[in-house]
């Protein structure tokens, strides 16, 4: 049987813009995910625990094929986040709060 989820080394970054003055912005490189790995057997409760911007919604989002990874590989029940996204997409229920 396949993993409920599967994350092998996830990474994920984001560019932002800082304000440094009234007009001039400098741009930032966020490391969101740093190689994320974890792996929920069927039946289990799995809970992903860290302070504010550790990565948690990041990770999540990417397993419900709301953002696409940078590097790495998820599968929910062996189907790939990334080519198979709208098969994810049928066999997922998802709320987020933040
Ligand atoms: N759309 C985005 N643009 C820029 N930075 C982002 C974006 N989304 C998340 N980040 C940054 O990525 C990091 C991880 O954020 P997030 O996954 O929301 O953490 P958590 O849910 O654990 O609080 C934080 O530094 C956050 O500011
Ligand atoms: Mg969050």
């Known amino acids: 049987m396949n993993d409920a989820i599967v994350a092998s080394n ?7 813009y800082e304000r440094i003055g ?4 400098r741009k930032i490189i966020v490391e ?3 190689g994320v790995s974890f792996r929920v057997r069927w039946s289990e ?3 992903l ?6 990565g948690k ?5 990417i397993l419900a094929t709301l953002l696409i990874p940078d590097d790495g590989y998820a599968a929910i029940d062996g ?5 198979e996204a709208s098969m994810v997409r049928r066999i997922i229920g998802l709320v987020l709060y933040r």
């Open 57 to 61: 919604t990041t990770t999540v989002k």
């Open 79 to 83: 189907h790939d986040v990334v080519k």
């Open 49 to 54: 625990l860290g302070p504010n911007g550790a």
């Open 45 to 47: 409760v799995y809970g």
């Open 10 to 16: 996830l990474r994920k970054r984001f560019i932002s």
């Open 22 to 25: 009234f007009i001039r912005r």
């Open 32 to 34: 969101a995910l740093r």
